[in-house]
Each structure stands twice: as structure tokens, then as C-alpha cells.
């Protein structure tokens, strides 16, 4: 046989061999199974984290000797509140009392003020409606509605007779239930003129009979 045929032959068996020998290793290993990603598990807020919240945040909204994180932590349990209220008083400060009240059904707000008012007043049913109205209040002007928060503010304030109280809530309640979403710049303006003139005057009055520092 001439060498090139030889040669020819041979590599052609080296070719079938190298085939044979690839093909026979088995299947390619399969890939491991994708690790699942790690859940990231967050601790829910519990009544006792809402009423120290609202211990902490409310101090001065609230008579020095009233005590309240045990009666709050009653009432969440008792009225079941919901997860985003806990977590809204857990971590609230004391500009966002009014934001994390509304995330209360209206019953259970006016519970939950008469609480931090205390019971020692014979007013305290009256004032704890009125808080609930105000803090329903939303005026969209920043003057205004620093005016209504300082006005809830004041419904605690025991250096003010209860009577001046009742009345000066329930003026700002009806006057500001009133919509204002259709007033002109203008009219706005003025409207928040006024608002800083009378949250001046309030805040001045609530110190010099010892509600404010």
C-alpha cells in the first residue's frame, strides 16, 4: 500500500477516535439550580413602639403628669390598629401627630386624644372631638395649617380655660372646613399674611400663661 494511503488511513482512524471519544464522555454536567434570593425580613412595629412614640413626641402637647403609654398600648390592641398607623406614631415626631391621626378611623382619633388630654378635665370628651376636627383639617396654605397645628396644640393647654379653648377651637374649625383650593394668588396671599400674624399671636399667648417654653 503506498505510505500516503497509510497515512491517510491513519489519521482518519485518530479522527474517529478523537469523535468517538469526545461523544462518549456523557452529557455535559447541568448547571446548579440559580440560589434563591435571601428575603429580607423586617420586624413589625408593635403597639408598645406606637406608644412610645407617641410618649415620646406629644411631651409637650399634653399635661406633664399624664401618663400614657400604657393606656395608648390598651387602646391600639383594643382598636386593632392598623400596621401603617403603628408604624406612622412608632416613628413619628411632633409635627406629624396630625398625619399619622388621620390613618385612624374618626372613633378611634377621638379615643385616642382623649387619652393624651387626659380625663381630669370635665371637657376633655368636647376637646377631644374638636382635636379630631382639626387635625381632619387640611388647608394647602403653610401658614394656615401651621395655625390649625399650633390651635390642636392648644387644646391642651391648662393655663387657658377649658371654655377659651372650646371656643377657639370650634371658631377654627368652621372657619377653615371652608374650601380654598379656588382662591386667586392673591387672595392666598393675604390668607397667609393673616395666618402668620395669628400664629405669632397664639404662640405668644400660649407662653405667657406657660403652655409653651
Not at 412595629?45 to 410618649?55: N, V
Not at 393606656?71 to 401627630?97: G, K, Y
Not at 401651621?146 to 368652621?174: H, K, P, Y
Amino acid at each position: 500500500m503506498h505510505p500516503r494511503a497509510c497515512y491517510t488511513g491513519e489519521v482518519r482512524t485518530l479522527l474517529v477516535l478523537v469523535v468517538l471519544g469526545c461523544g462518549s464522555s456523557g452529557p455535559p454536567p447541568k448547571a446548579p439550580p440559580p440560589v434563591p434570593p435571601v428575603a429580607v425580613l423586617f420586624e413589625r412595629r408593635t403597639c408598645m413602639d406606637a406608644a412610645i412614640g407617641l410618649d415620646r413626641s406629644t411631651k409637650t402637647l399634653r399635661p406633664p403628669e399624664n401618663e400614657v403609654v400604657a393606656p395608648v398600648q390598651q387602646r391600639c390592641a383594643d382598636d386593632a390598629w392598623s400596621v401603617a398607623a403603628i408604624e406612622c406614631f412608632a416613628t413619628m415626631t411632633e409635627d406629624d401627630l396630625n398625619a399619622c391621626t388621620r390613618l385612624l378611623p374618626a372613633m378611634q382619633r377621638e379615643k385616642l386624644v382623649a387619652t393624651l388630654l387626659g380625663n381630669a378635665s370635665d371637657d376633655a370628651e368636647e376637646l377631644a372631638t374638636i382635636v379630631s376636627k382639626l387635625q381632619a383639617l387640611q388647608v394647602g396654605i403653610l401658614n394656615c395649617d401651621r395655625f390649625v397645628q399650633a390651635v390642636t396644640v392648644t387644646m391642651s393647654c391648662r393655663g387657658l380655660a377649658s371654655a377659651a379653648r372650646i371656643a377657639l377651637g370650634n371658631e377654627t374649625a368652621d372657619f377653615w372646613s371652608l374650601p380654598t383650593t379656588r382662591l386667586s394668588i392673591e387672595d392666598r396671599a393675604r390668607m397667609a399674611a393673616a395666618c402668620g400674624e395669628s400664629l405669632q399671636a397664639l404662640q405668644q399667648q400660649s407662653v405667657d400663661v406657660g403652655c409653651m417654653p
